[in-house]
């Protein structure tokens, strides 16, 4: 008996608001369902301090769009994050219980979005040892994925692009990740994997197969072989990475998740252009990936 067709890819893409950061809520919100995706990211940061989340969900009502991958402010277990100017500002204090009380109140505040999963970073290890580090990142995830699971959320843990890792994360490769949800042993915690920080990875085809029980979320974008800094990033199929060869392997695991394009820094670029950019680039590699797994079948 065949199994259930997946859903198309504009069906499963979605665009987070930090690539639209200096745009209305309301034209966000537009643009993407003008292109025809189903869903919407929401970095808390991003929106206006006054949006009530009643409100927002109404206008995603409006626009017949889904929450999808969404992240808390703060969004790090380590590490304070300050917003300069519309920016992140990294300060490694360690472990703060001010700091998860607040991640919890604000998967409060995302509740009536009904997000498809909620990312976590782990934040920089700073003054702690990595042992240390890891000890304190197993014990505060427990604690958010049980406050998580009784809103009806999922986690999804991002691993770092190894050499921006310092100030974001302790996890810098996808089975860094894996090992890491096998100790927190929580059934509502999975990966998020972005194309920017696990092109670089070796073997990444197997690390993704042996995460194939994780994956719950995806972002996409692309970069040149050697960004400037971790938010040096292009829309996909502007740079180098083999977003086709990424996909399909993802797909591969059986994922059936959301695709979420992610530019947190537009260089200057109109941002709608961006987007319609990014959509289009997605959608290529989409179809190239779909042709690689027919090949593959073929064979």
């Not at 409100?55 to 969004?75: F, N, Q």
């Not at 696990?198 to 073997?203: H, I, N």
Request: with cysteine; proline share 5%; aromatic share 6%.
């Amino acid at each position: 008996m065949d199994s259930a067709p997946r859903r198309s890819w504009l069906d499963r893409l979605s665009i987070s608001n930090v690539t639209m950061r200096d745009l209305p809520v309301e034209t966000q919100l537009s643009v993407t369902q003008g292109l025809g995706c189903r869903g919407f990211g929401v970095m808390q940061h991003i929106l206006p301090p006054t949006l009530a989340s009643g409100d927002l969900r109404k206008m995603l009502d409006d626009h017949g769009l889904i929450a999808s991958a969404c992240a808390p402010y703060p969004c790090f277990l380590l590490s304070h994050t300050a917003i300069e100017n519309g920016r992140f500002r990294i300060h490694h204090d360690g472990y703060s219980r001010q700091r998860i009380d607040e991640i919890k109140r604000s998967f409060d505040w995302f509740a009536p979005l009904s997000p498809s999963t909620m990312t976590i970073m782990t934040g920089g290890s700073g003054v702690l040892s990595r042992s240390k580090a890891w000890n304190v990142v197993c014990e505060v995830f427990v604690e958010l994925a049980d406050h998580a699971a009784s809103l009806g959320f999922k986690l999804a843990l991002e691993p770092v692009r190894p050499e921006f890792a310092a100030d974001f994360s302790i996890v810098t490769t996808i089975d860094e990740g894996r090992q890491l949800l096998e100790e927190i042993r929580r059934p509502n915690v999975g990966l998020m994997i972005e194309t920017f920080h696990v092109a670089p990875l070796l073997e990444l085809d197997a690390q993704l197969g042996r995460a194939a029980a994780h994956i719950v979320a995806a972002q996409l974008n692309d970069a040149m072989d050697h960004p400037r800094s971790i938010v040096d990033r292009l829309a996909p199929g502007e740079g180098e990475i083999d977003l086709a060869a990424i996909i399909g392997t993802i797909e591969a695991t059986g994922f059936d998740g959301w695709y979420d394009i992610e530019l947190p820094d537009a260089n200057g670029r109109d941002q709608v252009a961006l987007v319609e950019a990014s959509v289009a680039g997605s959608l290529v590699a989409f179809s190239k990936a779909g042709n690689m797994a027919n090949d593959k079948r073929a064979r």
